[in-house]
């Protein structure tokens, strides 16, 4: 009686850690929002770029002017997809660019995955850099990435071990994946002790990665390109001081800092603060000489 007692003890506290980490991975799942808009005035061709697990990307690809032209990968934050970045296709296209929207695994109209971590991001976004190189329309030697939150630390990661990235461009990355989840522990009134502490061990152990092994005010200090950190003075979900912090920490590569008027989602990407974007981007990544805004283009799959 006291052996079946104990056993049926000892299933029951393991059940119990089995909700438990099951309400953990459904409390951080990313909410799905399919893009609604797609790229206007320009011409663009909707593209599935396998990447990891046999998953496939969704993306739109806007072409530049020649096959030479230098190719910006665009990778949205946690719960967002392609349509958030447009914003950012007219000007850096006639910039003379070509551009890459994705949406990572989990996102947008991309394939559904098990989880979705900043590891994962990272393992699309350099998926979508390999598939570009290997594009039979463009010779795509020359490419910069931009991203957005999740997607700017991905990027980070990403520039962290490649050399084949010309210019990253960050924009409100948090410093350390722990400081984002004790705030979002805070938020819940979750108490860091015992609770909280579990969850942040167990979610390093399903992304398989510490995260001091990922953090961008660490990757940071590997970069092998140039980077320009942009953030929003009136960031409430990721502080201005974590730019502040991923920025003291670089280690002798190109490194500017931009914070400009916004919050962590929104942006005034009027001609004055998009005007220091340009400036980096053509510095480190000189478009082709022929620029042009291509007529409204039909979808191609």
Same mark, same amino acid.
């Given at each position: 009686?006291?052996?079946?007692?104990?056993?049926?003890?000892?299933a029951? /506290?393991?059940?119990?850690?089995?909700g438990?980490?099951?309400?953990?991975?459904?409390?951080?799942?990313?909410?799905?929002?399919?893009?609604?808009?797609?790229?206007?005035?320009?011409?663009?061709?909707?593209?599935?770029? *396998?990447?990891?697990? @046999?998953?496939?990307?969704?993306?739109?690809?806007?072409?530049?002017?020649? *096959?030479?032209?230098?190719?910006?990968? /665009?990778?949205?934050?946690?719960?967002?997809?392609?349509?958030?970045?447009?914003?950012?296709?007219?000007?850096?296209?006639?910039?003379?660019?070509?551009?890459?929207?994705?949406?990572?695994? @989990?996102h947008? =109209?991309?394939?559904?995955?098990?989880?979705?971590? %900043?590891?994962?991001?990272?393992?699309?976004l350099?998926?979508?850099?390999?598939?570009?190189?290997?594009?039979?329309?463009?010779?795509?030697?020359?490419?910069?990435?931009?991203?957005?939150?999740?997607?700017?630390?991905?990027?980070? %990661?990403?520039? =962290?071990?490649?050399?084949? /990235?010309?210019?990253?461009?960050?924009? =409100?990355?948090?410093?350390?994946?722990?400081?984002?989840?004790?705030?979002?522990?805070?938020?819940?009134?979750?108490?860091?002790?015992?609770?909280?502490?579990?969850?942040?061990?167990?979610?390093?152990?399903?992304?398989?990665?510490?995260?001091?092994?990922?953090?961008?005010c660490?990757?940071?200090?590997?970069?092998?390109?140039?980077?320009? %950190?942009?953030?929003?003075?009136?960031?409430?979900?990721?502080?201005?001081?974590?730019a502040t912090? /991923?920025?003291?920490?670089? @280690?002798?590569?190109?490194?500017?800092?931009?914070?400009?008027?916004?919050?962590?989602?929104?942006?005034d990407?009027?001609?004055? @603060?998009?005007?220091?974007?340009?400036?980096?981007?053509?510095?480190?990544?000189?478009?082709?000489?022929?620029?042009?805004?291509?007529?409204?283009?039909?979808?191609?799959?």
């Amino acid at each position: 009686m006291h052996v079946l007692s104990a056993t049926v003890l000892i299933a029951s /506290i393991g059940l119990g850690w089995l909700g438990l980490n099951h309400a953990i991975r459904r409390s951080l799942e990313a909410p799905r929002q399919p893009s609604t808009r797609t790229p206007t005035g320009l011409s663009w061709f909707r593209v599935h770029i *396998p990447t990891c697990r @046999n998953k496939r990307l969704h993306g739109w690809h806007i072409p530049g002017a020649t *096959p030479d032209t230098p190719c910006i990968v /665009i990778l949205h934050g946690w719960g967002g997809n392609a349509e958030v970045m447009l914003p950012l296709a007219s000007p850096l296209h006639a910039a003379g660019y070509a551009l890459l929207f994705i949406e990572a695994r @989990n996102h947008g =109209s991309s394939d559904p995955d098990d989880f979705s971590s %900043l590891p994962r991001f990272a393992e699309d976004l350099e998926h979508a850099i390999d598939w570009l190189r290997t594009r039979p329309a463009g010779n795509y030697l020359q490419i910069a990435v931009i991203g957005h939150s999740v997607g700017a630390g991905a990027a980070l %990661l990403a520039g =962290s071990h490649r050399q084949d /990235i010309r210019a990253l461009v960050s924009i =409100s990355a948090f410093a350390h994946p722990e400081r984002m989840m004790r705030r979002w522990l805070k938020s819940r009134r979750i108490p860091y002790w015992p609770l909280g502490a579990y969850i942040l061990h167990y979610v390093q152990h399903v992304i398989g990665h510490r995260f001091d092994d990922i953090a961008p005010c660490h990757v940071i200090r590997h970069q092998t390109c140039p980077v320009l %950190l942009i953030h929003g003075r009136d960031d409430t979900t990721v502080p201005p001081d974590d730019a502040t912090c /991923i920025f003291a920490n670089g @280690n002798g590569i190109p490194l500017e800092l931009l914070l400009i008027p916004g919050s962590h989602e929104h942006f005034d990407l009027d001609e004055e @603060n998009i005007a220091p974007l340009l400036a980096f981007l053509h510095t480190h990544l000189p478009p082709s000489p022929t620029s042009y805004q291509a007529a409204p283009g039909r979808p191609t799959d």
